[in-house]
């Protein structure tokens, strides 16, 4: 069991460590360029079909937290079961359903997908550790009154409007170009007309909902 190999002051520092390296990631973005879709260099590894690349990079977070619940004494409580299913949802769409969407023939450098994949397996081991295993070990009553207080339905109601407006959005990429167009274009309609990134920013709204739902700190670091 997870709670069986790492203890809580274990499980803690993983916490700072994630939050330590996002705030590098944070940092170094501004100075580095990400190396791929348009910033796209070799440098960083050969190309991968974006589709493959795509789901050998989430897949690894999808696999990770199933295993997690599956293996876990609490699978069946209804919190860390919803907060589950909300997660999956997410990244069944990204892994499985996002990259047969893609149009054209778009590559991706190998050490970004296997950033990308590290990165989930962490994501997941961290979610998926506090919802089935810390949380049942160290804090049994932690969601027992959890559907009386108003941030479980906050979060949801913050994550549905993430994960439609990362829908829309990505639908808006993806009906840029024509059959043969290999131009760039500027994205517009729906929440671009608010911001540049509208799919990242539905994204990063799905886990700001996810964090206030879960109300633990691996959702805020997340």
Not at 7 to 32: G, H
Not at 87 to 115: A, C, D, E, W
Not at 170 to 177: E, G, T
Request: aromatic fraction near 22%; charge should be neutral; include cysteine.
């Amino acid at each position: 069991m997870f709670s069986e190999l790492i203890s809580l002051e274990c499980y803690n520092i993983f916490l700072i460590v994630m939050a330590v390296i996002a705030l590098f990631v944070f940092v170094a973005l501004y100075f580095v360029e990400a190396g791929y879709g348009y910033l796209f260099n070799p440098k960083y590894g050969f190309p991968v079909p974006n589709k493959l690349g795509w789901v050998l990079m989430e897949s690894p977070v999808f696999v990770v937290m199933a295993i997690l619940w599956w293996l876990s004494p609490a699978k069946f409580e209804v919190a860390p079961l919803l907060l589950f299913a909300i997660f999956q949802t997410h990244y069944f769409q990204r892994s499985f359903i996002f990259p047969m969407l893609i149009r054209g023939n778009s590559k991706m450098p190998v050490s970004i997908m296997l950033m990308g994949a590290t990165f989930n397996t962490l994501n997941a081991l961290m979610q998926g550790g506090w919802l089935f295993f810390i949380v049942p070990e160290y804090f049994p009553d932690y969601y027992a009154d959890w559907f009386s207080q108003p941030y479980i339905y906050i979060g949801v109601a913050v994550w549905l409007f993430g994960f439609i407006t990362n829908l829309q959005s990505d639908y808006i990429i993806r009906h840029l170009r024509k059959p043969g167009d290999k131009k760039h274009y500027i994205p517009y309609g729906g929440m671009f007309r608010y911001v540049s990134s509208a799919n990242y920013f539905g994204e990063f709204m799905e886990w700001v909902g996810y964090a206030i739902a879960s109300w633990s700190v691996a959702g805020v670091v997340f």
